[in-house]
């Protein structure tokens, strides 16, 4: 092996030790400013760690648009998305069996279904155009807004007792928000940092052993963009954060969609290879179908279920690496 390699291999173990660090720090940022605010950790994790943990899509679909790697970009989101909810949801449930919130049954789930086939829809002709981005990222502003209301008024409307509690949890205080959202900061610096340095590094050795655009936007930096989300919904189901684990997975998908793909094709139309529509695609649409049972039964994604995930996704890998 060469010294490039051992090298390469520095770098993503680096990356990966930032990414923990990152996303322990996230967690605790994000937990603290909820209470804080009066906002459930379930829309903290629909919003500030969603986006926190989708910067490092955002800045490779955006540069691998610009500089001709189409593939890259949309396998990056596709990829990631699959990773999200078969990986890193299953490595989650393993970890804790994770609650699940009416709420991301009733909104979070749709919008994250509704999307993923808005893209599929948009993409039928092969290319993401700039329209169509536009529109998705402003379904994404919509959504953003309904549901900080929503959250707001269902904690505007806590009894006194409940109240009571998280003035004392806050400590009375709002000077501790800017700590709290210091917190969020060097958090989503960490992961930012973590994952570039991973996904570069896992893109160069992937690159010496020869493999196509898609595979390695589909494969090696879909999981490496999607460390900040399995180290976010690991520490948090391990915290028994459970809210906030799963908040974070369906929000980084819609971010995934709406903002990533939303804000790179206004830059750029991105073009859509067939196999990514035809294989990629109704993949991502089926594991998204395939958790919404699990979050029905008994409102909990248990280790079963974790693990039932984590074999879908495994045979998904092996499926897309055969074929390359």
């Known amino acids: 092996m060469s010294s490039d390699f051992f090298l390469n291999l520095l770098i993503l173990l680096a990356g990966l030790v930032t990414l923990v660090t990152g996303g322990d720090v996230l967690v605790r940022g994000a937990s603290r400013l909820a209470i804080k605010l009066h906002i459930s950790p379930l829309v903290v994790g629909l919003t500030i760690v969603a986006f926190g943990t989708s910067a490092p899509e955002l800045l490779i679909s955006v540069r691998s648009a610009l500089e001709g790697s189409p593939d890259l970009a949309m396998g990056n989101v596709v990829g990631s998305n699959i990773c999200n909810l078969a990986l890193v949801l299953g ?10 919130n009416k709420n991301s049954i009733k909104i979070d789930w749709p919008v994250t279904i509704g999307s993923s086939i808005l893209l599929f829809l948009f993409a039928k002709n092969r290319e993401f155009e700039q329209f169509e ?24 409307a806590l009894n006194p007792e409940i109240a009571g509690e998280v003035k004392e949890k806050s400590g009375g205080r709002s000077s501790g928000i800017t700590k709290d959202l210091l917190l969020i900061l060097a958090g989503c610096l960490g992961l930012f940092y973590g994952s570039e340095w991973f996904v570069g590094a896992a893109q160069n050795m992937a690159r010496q052993i020869g493999v196509s655009e898609r595979v390695i936007g589909i494969t090696v930096v879909a999981l490496g963009t999607s460390l900040p989300e399995l180290v976010t919904a690991a520490i948090a189901s391990y915290k028994k954060e459970s809210d906030l684990a799963l908040g974070n997975l369906l929000g980084s998908n819609i ?20 196999k990514i529509l035809r294989v990629d695609m109704p993949w991502m649409i089926g594991i998204t179908l395939l958790v919404f049972p699990m979050m029905l039964y008994k409102r909990k994604i248990g280790r079963i279920n974790g693990a039932m995930l984590l074999i879908v996704y495994c045979y998904y890998t092996y499926m897309v690496l055969a074929q390359s």
């Open 91 to 100: 490595i989650a449930a393993l970890v804790n069996p994770v609650l699940v």
């Open 133 to 156: 981005g536009a529109i998705v990222f402003t379904f994404l502003i919509t959504y953003i807004i309904f549901i900080i209301r929503k959250s707001r008024k269902e904690n505007a």
């Open 255 to 274: 971010f995934n969609i709406m903002s990533i793909l939303g804000i790179t094709s206004m830059i750029t139309p991105i073009q859509v290879n067939p």
